[in-house]
């Protein structure tokens, strides 16, 4: 159950920045800040969209 409510405190913790249509740069900057700590390689896109490359487990 851990793991769920850690993933309703981090959507939770999403939902509450501010990031109208076309202005997503708060939300983005927040995404980035988490993928970083967990080590995954993300970036943002011309179109300002964070992308995430999480690999499987197999090639």
């Known amino acids: 159950m851990l793991e769920?409510?850690?993933l309703?405190?981090?959507l939770e913790e999403l939902v509450m920045l501010h990031s109208p249509s076309g202005a997503e740069s708060e939300i983005n900057q927040?995404?980035?800040e988490?993928?970083?700590a967990l080590g995954v390689n993300a970036w943002l896109d011309?179109?300002?969209n964070a992308i995430a490359l999480i690999k499987g487990?197999?090639?």
Request: no cysteine.
């Open 4 to 6: 769920f409510d850690r």
């Open 8 to 10: 309703l405190q981090t």
């Open 30 to 32: 927040r995404l980035m």
């Open 34 to 36: 988490k993928f970083a």
């Open 46 to 48: 011309r179109a300002d």
């Open 57 to 59: 487990r197999n090639p």
